[in-house]
């Protein structure tokens, strides 16, 4: 089954622009095309409708934008006398989610569902739950995430609903996610060849926002093809001079990125540490009145913080997924889709972020 349809009922996830005007997806990118408007298109948050498909049993439990209960026959379950989650197609499931789910909001259990499983009603914090086989299970291919205390790595929630910009991070998690998972064997079979490895991770990131209900417009999709990412990004300071952002938001995300840089994400707490110190600053610089381009500003903090927790997250879901650990200091792809977002909107973003990434490893 495949992990996502954004067309039928059984959506993961359907992210549709109300009053939105886009260009039309039968758009043809003319490679001779002058491009006038030196601004790439940033949808306003308040515009994007995360929603969560027609499946609402038991509510939807918030990982990368999916609601996990759509896909890979997931099933909530009373494991001990609380609450866990079994896939019956386990294996996929753990191609998508490696050995760690990520719930990356607070779930509540409310006591309606919870009477029904005969387990007390509980929020279940946001954090790393490990995925494993079930305990004494003799149906093969089945696994379950255990909800218990004990196993919960916490991380806090990477939701922010202050950030009125919080779903331009969400959808850049969730198009890396569904890029790279479903393209890992044609990406293999490119040997590395850097040059079609972006050419294919643009055509498909291109394409997952058009089945997202976000087409991208014939501007963007020619810099989405085009873009050169043969630059030096972990010189931030620098990338962020060339951005087209006014002085004063530079020297304000300057002093953002600088803090980001200097708080280490190699533990679990260190992540949680990472996410509370961005969320108050997506707080912060939501109530800050100097921004001349507010929208672009608290979009690249969303990306910022969230594409730190996805990245970590993918060093450690699986035994050789980092390919060497976890990084020691904010990665080039981490800012590579963070300017990447002001050099091309969101489907750059994406597309810099994972050929970056794919390139150094």
Same mark, same amino acid.
């Given at each position: 089954?495949?992990?996502?349809?954004?067309?039928?009922?059984?959506?993961?996830?359907?992210?549709?622009?109300?009053?939105?005007?886009?260009?039309?997806?039968?758009?043809?990118?003319?490679?001779?095309?002058?491009?006038?408007?030196?601004?790439?298109?940033?949808?306003?948050?308040?515009?994007?409708?995360?929603?969560?498909?027609?499946?609402?049993?038991?509510?939807?439990?918030?990982?990368?934008?999916?609601?996990?209960?759509?896909?890979?026959?997931?099933?909530?379950?009373?494991?001990?006398?609380?609450?866990?989650?079994?896939?019956?197609?386990?294996?996929? =499931?753990?191609? +998508?989610?490696?050995?760690?789910? #990520?719930?990356?909001? *607070?779930?509540?259990?409310?006591? $309606?569902?919870? !009477? &029904?499983?005969?387990?007390?009603?509980?929020?279940?914090? =946001?954090?790393? +739950?490990?995925?494993?086989?079930? #305990?004494?299970?003799? *149906?093969?291919?089945?696994?379950? $995430?255990?909800? !218990? &205390?004990?196993?919960?790595?916490?991380?806090?929630?990477?939701?922010?609903?202050?950030?009125?910009?919080?779903?331009?991070?969400?959808?850049?998690?969730?198009?890396?996610? $569904?890029?790279?998972?479903?393209?890992?064997?044609?990406?293999?079979?490119?040997?590395?060849?850097?040059?079609?490895?972006?050419?294919?991770?643009?055509?498909?990131?291109?394409?997952?926002?058009?089945?997202?209900?976000?087409?991208?417009?014939?501007?963007?999709?020619?810099?989405?093809?085009?873009?050169?990412?043969?630059?030096?990004?972990?010189?931030?300071?620098?990338?962020?001079?060339?951005?087209?952002?006014?002085?004063?938001?530079?020297?304000?995300?300057?002093?953002?990125?600088?803090?980001?840089?200097?708080?280490?994400?190699?533990?679990?707490?260190?992540?949680?540490?990472?996410?509370?110190?961005?969320?108050?600053?997506?707080?912060?610089?939501?109530?800050?009145?100097?921004?001349?381009?507010?929208?672009?500003?608290?979009?690249?903090?969303?990306?910022?913080?969230?594409?730190?927790?996805?990245?970590?997250?993918?060093?450690?879901?699986?035994?050789?997924?980092?390919?060497?650990?976890?990084?020691?200091?904010?990665?080039?792809?981490?800012?590579?889709?963070?300017?990447?977002?002001?050099?091309?909107?969101?489907?750059?973003?994406?597309?810099?972020?994972?050929?970056?990434?794919?390139?150094?490893?």
């Amino acid at each position: 089954m495949t992990t996502r349809n954004f067309s039928t009922a059984l959506t993961l996830i359907a992210l549709v622009f109300s009053l939105f005007a886009c260009v039309k997806t039968e758009d043809i990118v003319n490679p001779d095309t002058v491009i006038t408007d030196p601004a790439p298109s940033i949808p306003e948050g308040n515009r994007i409708i995360i929603h969560f498909g027609t499946s609402t049993y038991r509510g939807c439990m918030y990982s990368f934008s999916n609601c996990i209960w759509i896909g890979w026959g997931t099933d909530a379950t009373n494991f001990q006398d609380r609450f866990a989650m079994t896939f019956d197609q386990g294996d996929a =499931a753990s191609q +998508y989610f490696g050995n760690v789910f #990520p719930l990356t909001s *607070d779930f509540e259990v409310d006591e $309606v569902t919870a !009477a &029904a499983m005969g387990i007390p009603a509980q929020t279940i914090p =946001a954090g790393f +739950y490990p995925l494993r086989d079930i #305990p004494g299970s003799v *149906d093969t291919g089945r696994k379950m $995430v255990d909800f !218990a &205390a004990s196993q919960s790595i916490a991380t806090g929630s990477l939701l922010n609903p202050n950030n009125p910009q919080d779903n331009i991070g969400q959808l850049h998690n969730l198009a890396v996610q $569904v890029v790279l998972h479903e393209n890992r064997d044609a990406i293999k079979a490119l040997n590395g060849d850097r040059a079609a490895v972006q050419k294919l991770i643009a055509e498909k990131t291109i394409q997952f926002f058009a089945e997202a209900d976000l087409p991208v417009n014939a501007v963007d999709k020619q810099r989405a093809l085009n873009i050169n990412l043969d630059r030096d990004f972990g010189n931030y300071a620098a990338r962020l001079n060339e951005t087209r952002l006014s002085a004063n938001d530079k020297q304000i995300l300057l002093s953002v990125f600088d803090e980001a840089a200097a708080i280490p994400v190699e533990t679990p707490a260190q992540l949680k540490q990472f996410i509370y110190a961005m969320t108050t600053q997506e707080n912060r610089l939501a109530r800050e009145t100097k921004l001349d381009n507010p929208k672009v500003v608290l979009s690249m903090v969303s990306v910022l913080k969230n594409s730190r927790y996805f990245w970590y997250w993918k060093s450690v879901s699986s035994p050789d997924a980092g390919n060497g650990g976890v990084p020691n200091k904010m990665p080039d792809w981490v800012w590579a889709d963070i300017i990447g977002l002001e050099l091309g909107g969101p489907a750059v973003s994406a597309i810099a972020s994972a050929v970056v990434y794919l390139d150094q490893h």
